[in-house]
């Protein structure tokens, strides 16, 4: 049904700006906002510094807002499934949400999500509840990921910097979780058959499970994976100085 949707919304969509308002704000920059067509997508990559939010619908949409100057340097490309955006007003992607940047925030939907890949300093964030068969989430970069509500076939989540990524309650057969680097990933898992956790650096993860089956951890490095919840099987590496900690897990519930 889904793949039906995409091509029936590949006519009825082309790339261009259809709108823009202006409006008072906090700032003393102009603040607008803008909408624009944009082509059928299942994957976002952003690499501006600002807030993509992203929310499932009927319809493909995505809309503008914040101060005039990072509204205008926003581009939209493509490349296959995958929808980009960029900046080109030179914004430093990792400058830590300097007041320099200014406010610019990015209102994003599409009938299905397979993945989304973070650079930078900004932040994605999906409003209600994702459905769907596989997502890849990837974080490069100081930036951070919040997700509250996923149901999926199976999640690969994968840190790689210093940001933070932040699960609410992920339903899931099968699940990857990756950190390598110095990042946090926070994650409350559902009815996963089998469940990996790695960390390789200095990152940590946070798991809350509730009846999931084998999970399999690996830790390289000084980081922290914390367990809790409920498991049937664990199988647990440790190579470094690092900690697995199980104390609240129990096993062969």
Do not use: W
């Not at 939907?109 to 409003?127: H, N």
């Not at 890849?136 to 999926?152: F, H, S, T």
């Amino acid at each position: 049904m889904k793949k039906i949707l995409l091509l029936a919304l590949i006519v009825a969509f082309g790339l261009g700006a259809v709108g823009c308002r202006s409006y008072s704000g906090s700032s003393s920059e102009e603040q607008i906002g803008r909408r624009v067509r944009v082509r059928p997508f299942e994957q976002i990559e952003t690499r501006l510094l600002g807030t993509v939010i992203y929310q499932q619908a009927d319809t493909f949409g995505l809309k503008l807002e914040g101060d005039k100057k990072m509204v205008d340097g926003v581009q939209v490309s493509y490349e296959g499934n995958r929808i980009v955006l960029t900046q080109k007003n030179n914004v430093n992607l990792f400058s830590f949400g300097s007041r320099r940047s200014g406010k610019l925030t990015l209102y994003i939907s599409s009938p299905d999500l397979i993945g989304a890949d973070l650079v930078g300093a900004g932040s994605f964030e999906v409003r209600g509840k994702l459905d769907t068969d596989t997502l890849r989430l990837v974080l490069r970069g100081a930036g951070d990921m919040n997700i509250p509500y996923v149901v999926c076939d199976y999640l690969n989540a994968e840190l790689r910097g210093a940001g933070d990524m932040t699960f609410g309650h992920v339903e899931t057969v099968g699940s990857d979780v990756q950190v390598r680097g110095v990042g946090d990933i926070d994650i409350r898992l559902k009815n996963a058959a089998r469940a990996r956790f790695g960390v390789h650096g200095t990152g940590d993860i946070d798991a809350n499970l509730e009846r999931c089956g084998m999970v399999d951890c690996e830790l390289v490095g000084v980081g922290d994976i914390t367990l809790k919840g409920g498991a049937r099987q664990l199988k647990q590496s440790l190579r470094g100085t690092g900690d697995i900690d199980v104390s609240g897990l129990l096993i062969g519930k």
